[in-house]
Structure formats: C-alpha cells, structure tokens
C-alpha cells in the first residue's frame, strides 16, 4: 500500500512569514500532485511535478520533487490569509491518485 | 464551461438505508474517479471509470458499487449504510487516461454525506 505523510499536519502562522510542508512516502511515484481544498469545495489542482528534483514556482508558492520521486515540498512565501486552506499532495500511479495526511493551514492576519 | 458537478450537495441517511450519488463530468471527459474524504483526512480512492467500464478499484467492501453512462456521468452506489460511510464523497474527471497514467483529474464540490 502506498502512503503519503504529510507534516505538519496543523500550521498556524502569521501573515507575512515563510513556511513549508512536506510530503514523503517509501514509494515512487510517477508524478506528484499538489492541490488546496476549501471547506465545502473539492480539492484544486495547484502544480504537478515529473521529474526528480524539478522545482516549479506559482507566485509566492515553491514546489519540489525529490531526486528519488518519493518526496516533496511546498514552501510558501510572505503568507496571506487567501493562502489558508487544507493542502493535499498526491502521487500519481496505477491510473490513480494516492492522497496524503493533508496539512492544515491558517494563515492569521 | 462548466466544471464537474455533483448532486446532492448534502444528504442524511439512517444505517442500513442506501444511498446514490451523481457526478457529471467536464464536457469532453471520458473518466470519472470517485473518492471517500473522511472529516480531517486526504481522500480516499474508491472507483475509475473510463468508457462506461471500471478501471481502478481502492481498497472498499462491494457494498459501494458505481457505474458510467455513455454521456459519461456516472454514479456511485453505497448500500447498508454505516455510521463510518459519513464522508464528503468527491468525483473527479479527467480527459482521456493512457494506460499507466494517471492524467491531470478536475474534482467536483463533493456529496457530504452524513450516516446517523
């Protein structure tokens, strides 16, 4: 069974910091996936990465992928409030999606 | 145009009742993935659907069951209700799976589904 665990799981900062998340698992994956949910909505699609070690940048949001293909990081840049939200990473294979822990995100004004 | 929709947004059933939930996906998308979202967890894979035939199946008894039309909707069946079924049930399209891979998926708004 393929697992991803994020961390942490909770984060509560201040509007303006830095901060990171982290996705690992014992797997290889083909692809990684990272996605922010809001209360009542599905999850969107934020970035996909491919490569081992690609790094992809969305404004103040950057994403890694590890050499190996088993990890990932988001680290995000000078928070907003508009960045709160529960982010999910996701391995791609088999045809499916395999979902992490999920990090929870407030961001406080 | 518009994005995946589900229905109903949200829904009370008693044990042992059962339960059918909608998904219509993007126009132009041929696969349909649903997933369990257990309050407080990343979800869960329970069926793909590419061309009306199953593709995938997650780890959940044959009390859920699902099925693709040939406009490509699709519907997720549960029955005999547990209290532990009350999820947020999302659906997902994506374009056209090459097999192997697992292409970029659109999620809907979900089905909360609550179990009492």
Redesign the interface.
Known sequence: ?QL?E?SPQFLSIQEGENLTVYCNSSSVF??L?W?RQEP??????LV?VVTGGEVKKLKRLTFQFGDARKDSSLHITAAQPGDTGLY?C?G???????????TRLTIIP | DAGVTQSPTHLIKTRGQHVTLRCSPISGHKSVSWYQQVLGQGPQFIFQYYEKEERGRGNFPDRFSARQFPNYSSELNVNALLLGDSALYLCASSFSPRQGSTPEQFFGPGTRLTVL
Request: charged share 10%; proline share 4%.
């Open positions: 069974t991803l994020q083909s692809s996936q996605y009542g909505e599905g999850p969107v699609l996909t999910l996701a791609s294979g088999n045809e499916k999606l395999t979902f992490g822990t999920g």
